[in-house]
Nanobody, 123 residues
């Protein structure tokens, strides 16, 4: 079992930057691909980015490529989502996930989810 705890969500202004954190704990964490999703009111959950503990590459959704950056700290078992140039449409609950990569959409098949952290962008 894997436990994921997100933090960092808050109310910000359009154009601001914000960094979310996700602390992971549990069994065989290194074997999972880690990622971020978000869900806005009335919309389906949307894949944002994914990263592996054991490689340097990352995968991004086209909607956030160039504005959001996923990163990791292996020593802390923590992944991050740096969000720049935030827009009102980025308002959502942001979820951390752990799972495996699949050849479909979304590319991360999540087995474990965090509880979510609210990000609100005021225009």
């Amino acid at each position: 079992h894997v436990l994921l705890v997100e933090s960092g969500g808050q109310l910000v202004q359009a154009g601001d930057s914000l960094r979310l954190s996700c602390a992971a704990s549990g069994d065989s964490i290194a074997s999972y691909i880690m990622g971020w999703f978000r869900q806005a009111p009335g919309k389906e959950r949307e894949f944002l980015a994914a990263i592996a503990w054991t490689s340097r590459g990352a995968i991004y959704a086209d909607s956030v490529k160039g504005r959001f950056t996923i990163s990791k700290d292996n020593a802390k078992n923590t992944i991050y989502l740096q969000m720049d140039s935030l827009k009102s449409e980025d308002t959502a609950v942001y979820y951390c996930a752990a799972g495996g990569l699949v050849a479909s959409t979304p590319p991360l098949n999540a087995e474990f989810w965090g509880q979510g952290t609210q990000v609100t962008v005021s225009s």
